[in-house]
């Protein structure tokens, strides 16, 4: 995946990721779902910063995905020890998607193993209906998130 133009500011997220027994085929290979739950756990910890969950709710506004794509480099094993490094730029206005980037590595090789891009829309749940801007003291947390 080419990576896009820089616009926004930063924002990165790191975390240890061990392969569960559940997760892997007879070979001690991982399947490929299981990728998707790693990448979604990165955006969530990320995501919770800015919208904890029971606030979504609160306030009617779901974050479905709209496009998630995935390139394995590499196969990841059972018993592997991974770092999973989630990213999005911060955007200096809502343009209707958040988009964030992982990179599973190994933690002892470096190798990378995967790569991947999630994006999310923002929805009133009640409606249906794209929201076309954060509510007031979400878009301050958005902003302020380092």
Known sequence: MNPAPRR???????MAIEP??????????????AY???FERGRLALLWEILPFAEAVRLHLGLPVVRHVCEYLKA???GD???LTTTHEIQPRYEGR?????????EGNKAE????ETALTIMDVRTGQLVREFPHDVWNRYQAIR
């Open 36 to 38: 998707f739950h790693w």
């Open 81 to 83: 020890h991974l770092v």
């Open 8 to 14: 926004g500011r930063l924002v990165v997220r790191k």
């Open 20 to 33: 569960e027994f559940h997760q892997v085929d007879m070979l001690g290979m991982v399947h490929n779902v």
């Open 113 to 116: 193993i995967a790569t991947a």
């Open 76 to 78: 990841a094993h059972f």
């Open 98 to 106: 958040l988009v964030f980037r992982h990179s599973l590595v190994h």
